[in-house]
């Protein structure tokens, strides 16, 4: 940071409006009903989004206050590291995403409504990305869950109606436990805007520090529902096989993501690392993440539907990366930064990739997927790769994220230290269980099925572009993280350093 | 010359993704694969060349795959990285006529370079980060080897192989994080300081989980699972490989780790070597019982691989003096790689013409084949340590390096019995291994074929292609070359190798034929001449039908695997762990949180909600509110009237009886109460009368008249005249 921060930076607001103008024009504009035109218009609103995020990302830190509720609390947008990070992963992602979708949503109604919320969602991402306060980030913590509602619910039968419903009740009720939580804790700060370091007011702390951790374990507690840790994370493998397949590649690849932002804010936005480190909070917050990879990995590794499968292990996977959180360490903090951005891509890819073979085959089941790999050869063999970055094999950037997550775990003064990494490597194996198999039998159908039953599936390049670029990303990050991995170490070093 | 490393390891990298190109088009892509593998090899030549001449090449490519990768280049890893390319090679001229007529030939070939890529990877590193690298990568892609054949045995045994190398490889990540979480570092160099300077107790734990992946690729007891399934099913190029140099690769692991981390530590030794021991034992025993080829020289692999984790352990007992052992170490990776080479192509070459592996099915065939029968025998007679051929000279110095062991344990005066009896075992495992390498001879070019014979030998000419039979009988000659003139190449190989050990320089030239050596030789060969006799051809064959065959007798339950793929461990152990999961996942969705607690939270706010017009808020606390109302309305009225009843109340007159006086009147009424009472009680039958007050009323009527008329008569005056006398006479009495 050179020189006096700007403080009414009016340029933020660009990256949130563009998708809000996007959604609106396409949601209200007739002109725009064509599906071709439609596409056209989406395509030039989500590049020029990515665009401007980049540019946004470019510019040095600086902050815009929106307005204020009362004369103490503002609303305020802020460009820093952590949102810097969360931005651009957020318009990569709809805009791969999107492209894909182009394609897939031929065989669903409603592809106005779809790309309205298409855009309206990725709108209330950016702004959760460049939140500068609790309360701005409340404000698009929940209309992120609306915007996306329509998401899960596209199909409109019976199943989705019901999963978002589902969907409605845990992210209302997480997003009411943050509140809670903010409501508890601002007796004790100086200001909600998140601070690196903390926000707390150490004459106002002191003698209730019991108070100070429920109100920390109760917010942690409402932004881990989006995140998917258990006890509540009950609407992940619900909602995710009943929306359309781009849908679910962004709930599992960003929006989970938000609520490990979230957290993040929390712990070195608002109350500095330093104040749970070895309390029960922090315990407590290892437990239910750690039981959550393990249960994750286990139920994905017993289940046969494939998006329900892929939805358990992003319980597992997004857990990972609240366990680097958790650690309260620069080192977890790393790690866990960079399993965002590696879940996120690889997640979005292995949904797009059960799109494309729902979309061909009209598959749904694991146990049906025979062959698959003599039909989508290109396909899988991207799905191999990205399996790989999922178990962490080298040289894919799975296996880089876990290394840093593993120290960071390591690093924590406790003789059970090693039991975080310990799990983490049993998810591997497990993960290496539910996703390698299905390649496996894909690629290796036995001698008993005939070359010629496989009629080749392959998607068209729309589909399979976005794909391909994901894969290449995973395996190109595994290759090369350096660039990445600095910047993450450099951000994690900026956010716990801070606690001094 | 430091960029020849890179090279070394992206050449048959990008040869892999060149023949994807030549997609469809066999002969193209046989070609390319073909010179590549030549290449690769002729790369190879120079580096061992360099090394050779004592010059270390290192590279170092900051940065790539996070920690960065690190390569050297000395004498040992030039040595194995030869004859890795030198083994690819020449199984890939076989292949072009093994897979002559076979499906998915372009995938085993993407496959087989980029292994071979990996492979070269391992050999090069410095580090145990590029190590366990290029080791998962070797794990997935040779697992499409023993997968390529798709049949219902090899996708199991490939399932096992992916599992057990997904399993070592996980553990072994987790011993590398421990490591570097403590030392910041690791390459070799760091891990030699640290063993040096740090206690070995701290080292233990994460050198044992580094050193599992490596070793369960070795083959090492218990995690030799897959060996003995894997090998067999895939093709037999690919066997060879997996034998000869994967399982090299594991070694290479566990060298890295015992030669640098726990390098002369004794403690070291006595872990290593239980594991070697049984694995030396036990795979030669399940190759005495194996009926099938290749079955056989897997397990034959897996005690190799025993013998060369028992050098290992002994270079850790040694210490400084263990030159021995870790020639003999060097030399027994090198021959058996080298044979295994040859043996397991010369079961592919009669896999490929007779589609069989069962040696009652296969007996016979090599009759009248003499290529064939040249290198059958020179590996057969190479393994069992004969002297003059190759393994007769590794198998001596390992021997040697045990007798070592014993003799300085003597000279300390410590007990010897353990090391004693690990000598015999090693002595009786050599036996074995003649044992069964007879057996395998003798069915192949003794027996005849009950019925398929005359078929067998119209294959003498065409059961080989040229360049097959270069590979056959190249591959071949090398053995008993290397064991006739040991000082020429052995002893060369040995001193190229010992340098990556860190081990100590012989004291003496070694002396390879003497009468020491010798004898061991014949015991072991006397001792295997012994089980053929004893064993195999009376216990391990049986006559059905006036033909003596081969029966498997080994115990089915002794499966290790099955027992862990058994019924009662997935429903002991794996199916309540789910069941545990399961319940954890639907804890916000189960009964009692999504209905039990609603229902009673339900319940609450209806009773609460129902609360204003309850029937306790609606009557009771009313009435109690307007009683305490009125109650409070009425207070002063209240104090006045109890003050009237009470201080200030008017006195009435007293009442005067109905009947008679008052004493009558209640003495009347007492009696009356108390006969009443009795009539009811006592005096049912005869009841008493109950008209007291009125009886006594004229008692006293009757009594006051009597009275009245005393009073009024003259009698009375007297008597109170006579009253008034006697009261004077008693006064003037008593003055």
């Keep these: ?500 | 010359m430091n960029r020849l490393l890179p090279l070394l390891v992206l050449w048959p990298l990008a040869g892999a993704f060149l023949t994807l190109g030549a997609r469809g088009r066999a002969k193209a892509r046989r070609i390319l694969a073909c010179s590549f593998l030549t290449a690769e090899c002729l790369l190879a030549l120079p580096a061992l060349v360099a090394a050779a001449s004592g010059r270390e090449l290192a590279f170092a490519w900051e940065g790539v795959a996070g920690l960065g990768l690190r390569f050297r280049l000395d004498g040992f890893r030039a040595l194995y990285l030869l004859i890795a390319a030198y083994m690819w090679m020449m199984t890939g001229f076989f292949s072009v006529q093994y897979f002559a007529h076979a499906e998915n030939r372009g995938r085993y070939v993407f496959f087989n370079l980029m292994t071979l890529s990996a492979v070269a990877g391992v050999f090069l590193s410095d580090d145990l980060y590029t190590a366990f690298v290029f080791f998962e990568v070797m794990s997935f892609t040779s697992y499409t080897w023993v997968a390529q054949e798709e049949t219902q045995k090899a996708m199991k045994a490939a399932e096992t192989y992916l599992a057990i190398a997904v399993i070592g490889g996980m553990v072994t990540l987790m011993g590398l994080f421990m490591l570097y979480h403590r030392l910041g570092s690791l390459t070799f160099s760091a891990l030699r300081t640290a063993g040096e300077t740090l206690p070995a107790e701290e080292l233990f734990l994460p050198g044992i989980l580094v050193t599992v992946g490596f070793a369960a690729k070795a083959g090492m007891f218990p995690l030799h699972v897959w060996l003995p399934k894997a090998h067999p099913v895939a093709p037999a190029p690919a066997s060879a490989l997996l034998s000869g140099v994967l399982t090299k690769v594991g070694i290479f692991g566990v060298l890295a780790v015992s030669c640098n981390l726990f390098l002369n530590r004794p403690g070291w030794g006595r872990i290593l070597l239980v594991p070697g021991v049984i694995t030396m034992f036990l795979g030669a025993l399940l190759a005495m019982f194996s009926v099938d080829l290749k079955r056989t020289l897997a397990c034959s692999s897996m005690s190799q691989i025993g013998f060369i984790l028992v050098g290992i352990s002994m270079q850790a007992l040694l210490g400084a003096h263990n030159a021995l052992a870790v020639r003999g170490t060097v030399l027994h990776m090198v021959n058996h790689s080298l044979i295994k080479l040859t043996l397991f192509m010369a079961a592919g070459t009669v896999y490929m013409n007779l589609h069989r592996l069962n040696l009652n099915e296969i007996r016979g065939f090599g009759r009248g084949k003499p290529l064939l029968r040249f290198a059958f025998l020179m590996g057969a007679l190479g393994i069992s340590g004969v002297p003059l051929w190759n393994g007769y000279l590794s198998k001596s110095l390992l021997h040697e390096s045990i007798l070592e062991y014993v003799a300085h344990l003597r000279a300390e005066g410590l007990p010897t019995g353990a090391y004693s009896a690990v000598e015999w075992i090693f002595v009786i495992t050599g036996g074995m291994t003649f044992s069964y390498m007879l057996k395998l001879y003798v069915a192949l070019f003794r027996e005849k074929h009950p019925t398929r014979q005359p078929e067998f030998d119209g294959m003498r000419k065409g059961y080989l292609t040229p360049l097959s039979a270069l590979a056959r009988g190249g591959s071949a000659l090398a053995l008993p070359l290397l064991g006739f003139f040991p000082d020429l190449g052995m002893s060369r190989i040995a001193d190229l190798g010992q340098g990556f050990m860190n081990g100590g320089a012989p004291a003496h030239p070694v002396a390879w034929f003497s009468g020491e050596n010798l004898l061991g030789a014949a015991k072991s060969l006397a001792i295997g001449a012994a089980l053929y006799g004893g064993v195999i051809r009376p216990l391990l064959m049986r006559k059905r039908e006036g033909v003596r065959e081969y029966v498997n007798r080994w115990p089915a339950w002794l499966d290790l695997e099955a027992w862990i793929r058994s019924g009662a461990v997935r429903r002991l152990v794996c199916d309540p762990v789910v069941r545990l999961f399961r319940l954890l996942d639907g804890l916000a969705e189960s009964r009692p949180v999504r209905v039990w607690i609603p229902a009673a939270a339900t319940g609450l706010m209806r009773g609460l909600d129902g609360l204003a017009e309850s029937r306790p808020v609606r009557v009771w606390i009313p009435a109690v509110c307007t009683g305490a109302c009125r109650l409070l309305n009425s207070l002063t009225d209240g104090l006045i009237r109890l003050s009237r009843m009470t201080v200030l109340s008017v006195k009435r007159a007293p009442e005067r009886p109905p009947v008679g006086n008052r004493l009558t009147w209640r003495l009347g009424r007492a009696l009356d109460a108390l006969a009443r009472g009795l009539n009811r009680t006592i005096l049912r039958k005869h009841p008493m009368p109950t008209d007291y007050e009125y009886r006594l009323d004229v008692e006293r009527q009757e009594a006051d008249r009597v009275m009245g008329l005393i009073a009024r008569s003259l009698s009375f005056g007297l008597l109170l005249l006579g009253i008034g006398l006697l009261a004077v006479c008693i006064y003037l009495l008593s003055r």
Aim: net charge positive; aromatic share 10%.
């Design chain 1, 1 to 500: 940071m050179t020189g006096v921060m700007n403080e009414a930076d009016w340029l933020l607001l660009v990256p949130l409006l563009v998708p809000l103008a996007g959604g609106l024009c396409v949601g209200g504009i007739r002109a725009l009903d064509t599906p071709r035109r439609r596409r056209i218009f989406v395509l030039s609103a989500l590049v020029l989004e990515a665009a401007a995020v980049i540019l946004t990302a470019a510019r040095p830190d600086s902050s815009l206050t929106l307005f204020r509720i009362g004369a103490d609390l503002p609303v305020l947008l802020r460009l820093d590291g952590a949102g810097r990070l969360f931005a651009i992963l957020a318009a990569g992602m709809f805009l791969c995403v999107g492209v894909y979708s182009f394609e897939y949503m031929r065989h669903e109604q409603h592809e106005k409504r779809f790309y309205a919320f298409w855009l309206l969602t990725l709108f209330a991402l950016e702004g959760l990305a460049l939140s500068g306060g609790i309360i701005a980030y409340y404000m698009f913590y929940e209309a992120m869950t609306l915007l996306s509602l329509p998401l899960v619910t596209h199909t409109q039968t019976r199943e989705a109606v019901a999963a978002g419903i589902k969907y409605l009740i845990y992210s209302v009720l997480g997003a009411s436990l943050a509140l809670a939580g903010v409501f508890l804790i601002s007796r004790y700060t100086r200001t909600l805007v998140f601070t690196p370091g903390g926000a707390l007011d150490p004459a106002k702390t002191a003698g209730h520090e019991p108070a100070l951790l429920a109100a920390l374990f109760v917010m942690i507690l409402g932004f881990s529902v989006k995140a998917g840790m258990f006890p509540l994370h009950g609407w992940l493998p619900t909602a995710h096989p009943v929306a359309p397949a781009p849908a679910s590649a962004v709930l599992s690849g960003v929006i989970t993501k938000a609520g490990a932002l979230g957290i993040l804010r929390v712990i070195y936005g608002l109350s500095g690392p330093g104040v749970l480190v070895g309390t029960w909070v922090q315990t407590a917050l290892l437990i239910l993440s750690l039981l959550t990879v393990t249960m994750g990995s286990l139920l994905a590794f017993k289940e046969n539907v494939l998006k329900k499968r892929l939805a358990y292990s992003s319980v597992s996977q997004v857990s990972y990366v609240l366990f680097g959180l958790f650690t309260l360490n620069a080192t977890g903090l790393s790690g866990a930064l960079l399993h965002m951005v590696f879940h996120s891509i690889i997640k979005n890819a292995l949904f797009m990739i059960a799109g494309a073979i729902i979309f061909k085959t009209g598959k749904t089941l694991v146990s049906e997927l025979t062959g698959i790999g003599k039909r989508m050869p290109r396909t899988m063999l991207c799905h191999t790769v990205v399996s790989m970055g999922l178990v962490g094999i080298p040289p894919t950037c799975g296996f880089i994220s876990k290394w840093y997550l593993a120290q960071g775990g390591l690093s924590m003064a406790s003789a059970w230290n090693w039991t975080g990494p310990a799990l983490l490597l049993l998810s591997a194996v497990l993960t290496a269980g539910y996703l390698l198999s299905i390649s496996i039998r894909g690629f290796f159908p036995g001698e008993d099925k005939t070359h010629e039953s496989f009629a080749p599936a392959e998607p068209s390049p729309v589909m399979w572009g976005p794909i391909l670029l994901l894969t290449l990303f995973c395996l190109g990050l595994g290759l090369f993280p350096t660039a990445l991995t600095d910047w993450t170490h450099a951000l994690a070093a900026a956010l716990a350093g801070g606690a001094g």
